[in-house]
């Protein structure tokens, strides 16, 4: 009984030894090898997480204290191995990380590309993405790292894996988007999608907004974009490192859940026209949105600035912003709240209209130059 006690009572004292990351004592018969150089232990090793996988590795004395630490998966790194690369700016790459690392410029550029065309397909029905005011360039750790340190720039996060900086020439919104050399694949697909939510952002969401938006949420958002495309591609390992990030504190779990619940174009009119600065626990919260801000989008979009288009012959119901205490209908270009009276140019003339009560597809109204009431109903 005393010597199954013994056991059982190392065998704990390893374990609490591996969690917390210390050296294990090595048992002289124990036939494990290291997990770098392949050789048996020597008195002590190591147990060391890979931060790719997530497993435990036990590594010996020699290469924990003889190699440098791979940039991504954070074990010593072979240096004897074909695969073992040392970048320019100090970091290393495993050879086993370094044959996923996209390196070149070229093959980066097409990549962004890549994922900007993935993600037009997959939110189609909702969304674009820039693609005319954009470039994209590779850059390593340091220069990534001294664009954080420019004026206007001075948000760091604890993962530098790319920047989007904004830019304007004669009125016009133009986007660079810089992206860290060295990455493995996924990661590297994961970060453009990322970036391309902020040019995104900068396309689609007003100043004022801006000025409310938090910007843990914006990166929530962003973040999002990266969670959805890994998940149509059902990359659960690239999806799970996403959650881990810490840097939106919080928020990108509040996105998700949102966008689970409510859909993806809830998610967008919040970004656009939402009230709160970040999302919270609940989720309901998605579709607190200023109704005026919205309008105006549809107003917007019937007849863009600097494009007049002529009314039209007859009072037609345009669209309608569903919310059940505010709902708001576009009329001719004019939004109207139930109560609301107001002229409407419709041809070459003007009609006194008021909205008497708005529901999911349609508005009626009254005429109040003949005392007629009219119900139109939306278009599907």
Same mark, same amino acid.
């Given at each position: /009984?005393?010597?199954?006690?013994?056991?059982?009572?190392?065998?704990?004292?390893?374990?609490? %030894?591996?969690?917390a990351?210390?050296p294990?004592?090595?048992?002289?018969?124990?036939?494990?090898?290291?997990a770098?150089c392949g050789?048996?232990?020597?008195?002590?090793?190591?147990?060391?997480e890979?931060?790719?996988?997530?497993e435990k590795?036990h590594? %010996?004395?020699?290469?924990?204290?003889?190699?440098?630490? %791979?940039? &991504?998966?954070?074990?010593?790194?072979?240096? !004897? @191995?074909?695969?073992?690369?040392?970048?320019p700016?100090?970091?290393?790459?495993?050879?086993r990380d370094?044959?996923t690392?996209?390196?070149? *410029?070229?093959?980066?550029k097409?990549? %962004?590309?890549?994922?900007?065309?993935?993600?037009? #397909?997959?939110?189609?029905?909702?969304t674009?993405?820039p693609?005319?005011? /954009?470039t994209?360039?590779?850059?390593d750790?340091v220069?990534?790292?001294?664009?954080? +340190?420019?004026?206007?720039?001075?948000?760091r996060?604890?993962?530098?894996?790319?920047?989007?900086?904004?830019?304007? +020439?004669?009125n016009r919104?133009f986007?660079?988007i810089?992206?860290?050399?060295? @990455?493995?694949?996924? =990661?590297?697909?994961?970060t453009?999608?990322?970036?391309?939510?902020?040019?995104w952002v900068?396309?689609?969401?007003?100043?004022?907004?801006k000025?409310?938006?938090?910007r843990?949420?914006?990166?929530?958002?962003?973040?999002?974009l990266?969670?959805?495309?890994?998940?149509?591609?059902?990359? *659960?390992?690239?999806q799970?490192?996403?959650? #881990? !990030?810490p840097y939106?504190r919080?928020?990108?779990?509040f996105?998700v859940a949102?966008?689970?619940?409510?859909?993806? !174009?809830?998610?967008?009119? =919040? /970004?656009?026209?939402?009230i709160?600065?970040?999302?919270?626990e609940?989720?309901?919260?998605?579709?607190?949105?200023?109704?005026k801000?919205?309008?105006? #989008?549809w107003?917007?979009?019937v007849?863009?600035?600097g494009?007049?288009r002529p009314?039209p012959?007859a009072?037609?119901?345009?669209?309608?912003?569903w919310?059940?205490?505010?709902?708001?209908?576009l009329?001719n270009n004019r939004p109207?709240?139930?109560?609301?009276?107001?002229?409407?140019?419709?041809?070459t003339? !003007? &009609?006194l &209209?008021?909205?008497l009560?708005?529901t999911p597809d349609? &508005?009626?109204?009254?005429?109040?130059?003949?005392?007629?009431?009219?119900? @139109?109903?939306l +278009?599907?």
């Amino acid at each position: /009984m005393k010597r199954k006690l013994a056991i059982w009572t190392r065998r704990l004292c390893l374990l609490l %030894c591996v969690l917390a990351g210390r050296p294990l004592l090595a048992a002289a018969a124990d036939p494990e090898v290291c997990a770098i150089c392949g050789q048996p232990f020597g008195d002590i090793y190591y147990a060391l997480e890979d931060k790719v996988t997530l497993e435990k590795k036990h590594v %010996c004395k020699t290469c924990e204290q003889s190699y440098p630490v %791979c940039f &991504v998966c954070g074990l010593p790194a072979n240096t !004897n @191995l074909a695969g073992f690369k040392a970048l320019p700016d100090a970091r290393v790459l495993c050879s086993r990380d370094s044959a996923t690392a996209v390196l070149q *410029e070229e093959e980066g550029k097409q990549i %962004c590309r890549d994922v900007r065309d993935e993600l037009n #397909r997959l939110f189609s029905r909702f969304t674009t993405f820039p693609e005319t005011n /954009m470039t994209t360039r590779m850059v390593d750790r340091v220069h990534l790292v001294e664009l954080f +340190n420019l004026a206007g720039n001075d948000y760091r996060c604890p993962n530098v894996w790319g920047i989007t900086e904004t830019r304007t +020439n004669h009125n016009r919104r133009f986007y660079v988007i810089s992206l860290m050399s060295g @990455l493995p694949r996924p =990661w590297f697909e994961a970060t453009c999608a990322h970036e391309l939510g902020h040019a995104w952002v900068g396309d689609h969401v007003s100043a004022a907004r801006k000025a409310v938006l938090s910007r843990d949420a914006e990166e929530g958002f962003c973040e999002l974009l990266s969670f959805l495309l890994m998940d149509s591609r059902n990359d *659960e390992p690239q999806q799970a490192h996403i959650l #881990r !990030n810490p840097y939106t504190r919080g928020q990108i779990d509040f996105f998700v859940a949102a966008e689970r619940i409510y859909g993806f !174009n809830e998610i967008l009119d =919040w /970004m656009q026209f939402g009230i709160d600065d970040r999302l919270s626990e609940d989720p309901s919260r998605i579709r607190n949105i200023s109704q005026k801000l919205a309008a105006n #989008r549809w107003l917007n979009a019937v007849a863009p600035a600097g494009s007049p288009r002529p009314a039209p012959n007859a009072l037609v119901l345009k669209a309608i912003i569903w919310d059940p205490r505010h709902p708001t209908a576009l009329i001719n270009n004019r939004p109207f709240a139930v109560g609301e009276q107001a002229t409407v140019h419709v041809g070459t003339t !003007n &009609v006194l &209209v008021r909205c008497l009560g708005i529901t999911p597809d349609s &508005v009626q109204l009254r005429i109040v130059n003949t005392d007629r009431e009219e119900t @139109l109903m939306l +278009n599907p």
